[in-house]
């Protein structure tokens, strides 16, 4: 149990399964359950894997850390054994990476003539009018961002894979 603890908090790929002799309704089964969730494994199997006249168990369990490369899982009766056949089947396929949304300037439509004349039309002497050098800073960048936005709006842009920073 040790290992397997290890195992799953250094983040592998954890697929454990077969015959467990414990039924996962039993206390024992449910207390066992209970530890594997705690290592962040879950259990797929739901349905009886050992079925008698008199009693129906599941007793063969799929553990796995990887649920979501799961895309199909279950029991199967193939009346060669007292035990059903368990299966999984686990994708080979990388999950496509989420978009990332970004915001760029739009520059569609922009007139370089116009914008220049909104620059200039700016007050800027106001800004001797600051104490502080970062004031002034800080209403020369307000100008500059105003007439950028009017001319160049931002909008928001989907891109996929590897983006830089």
């Not at 002799?21 to 050992?50: A, C, V, W, Y």
């Not at 496509?96 to 007139?111: A, E, M, Q, T």
């Not at 914008?115 to 020369?140: K, N, V």
Request: hydrophobic share 35%; charged share 25%; aromatic share 10%.
């Amino acid at each position: 149990m040790r290992y397997l603890e290890q195992l799953a908090f250094e983040s592998s790929e954890i697929f454990l399964l077969g015959d467990f002799n414990l039924h996962i309704l039993s206390s024992k089964g449910k207390e066992f359950i209970n530890s594997m969730k705690d290592m962040g494994l879950t259990q797929l199997i739901t349905d009886p894997t050992r079925v008698t006249p008199h009693s129906s168990t599941t007793l063969d369990l799929i553990f796995t850390n990887s649920s979501h490369r799961v895309t199909d899982f279950g029991v199967i009766d193939l009346s060669m054994s007292d035990h059903f056949l368990i299966f999984c089947n686990r994708t080979c396929k990388r999950p496509r990476p989420k978009p990332k949304v970004i915001k760029v300037h739009s520059f569609k439509g922009f007139d370089q003539s116009a914008c220049i004349t909104d620059l200039e039309s700016q007050p800027w002497d106001t800004i001797y009018l600051f104490d502080s050098p970062d004031d002034a800073w800080f209403g020369m960048e307000t100008f500059l961002r105003d007439v950028c936005l009017k001319h160049a709006p931002l909008r928001t842009m989907r891109v996929r894979g590897s983006q830089p920073g």
